[in-house]
T-cell receptor, first 114, second 111 residues
């Protein structure tokens, strides 16, 4: 199957700083990638859809100025959490869509904001 | 409103004890139904995609089936390494690729 990587896998930062998370499709090109957030013992919550070469589409209630998404190439999407606060601490997961609509997920990034 | 409901929420099995997980869905025009496995602290791992009622797919001890209202994930003679949370998701008729996830079933298989 298709492989998606995320970097970093774990990050701890101080409140007020910005954190960038990278999502890469390693063996295929993805015109569409997705960013999810997952709370403990909960299912995945879609934050935004990232399309290569165009602006991301954010879900209702997600602050686009706080969660900046850039899909710079067919294999890379980045999520930047700006001015992070403790309530932004969470598990962030990206996915990439392939032909047939299947999404392959990255391993996730655990963000802890102190 | 499009909706996905998984049951049971949690399931404990003895090794070798076969069972089924249920995923009921309400969506106007199903493009696809997806099953994933998620281990603690990791991203979901793709298992199956089903596109139309009557379709079945198998992989090792897992078999997924689809009807017009629900999908089942059958686990035959499970082993402890099958312990995980199993997520079901559907995609509606739009081409956005957006998935609607159920809450998952956490499976524990005891040796």
């Amino acid at each position: 199957g298709a492989v998606v990587s995320q970097h970093p896998s774990r990050v701890i930062c101080k409140s007020g700083t910005s954190v960038k998370i990278e999502c890469r499709s390693l063996d295929f090109q993805a015109t569409t990638m997705f960013w999810y957030r997952q709370f403990p013992k909960k299912s995945l919550m879609l934050m935004a859809t990232s399309n290569e070469g165009s602006k991301a589409t954010y879900e209702q209630g997600v602050e686009k100025d706080k969660f900046l998404i850039n899909h710079a190439s067919l294999t890379l999407s980045t999520l930047t959490v700006t001015s992070a606060h403790p309530e932004d601490s969470s598990f962030y997961i990206c996915s990439a869509r392939v032909e047939g609509d299947t999404q392959y997920f990255g391993p996730g990034t655990r963000l802890t904001v102190l | 409103e499009d909706q996905v409901t998984q049951s049971p929420e949690a399931l404990r099995l003895q090794e070798g004890e076969s069972s089924s997980l249920n995923c009921s869905y309400t969506v106007s025009g199903l493009r696809g139904l997806f099953w994933y496995r998620q281990d603690p602290g990791k991203g979901p791992e793709f298992l199956f995609t089903l596109y139309s009622a009557g379709e079945e797919k198998e992989k090792e001890r897992l078999k997924a089936t689809l009807t017009k209202k629900e999908s089942f994930l059958h686990i035959t003679a499970p082993k402890p390494e099958d312990s995980a949370t199993y997520l079901c998701a559907v995609q509606g008729p739009s081409n956005t690729g957006k998935l609607i996830f159920g809450q998952g079933t956490t499976l524990q298989v005891k040796p």
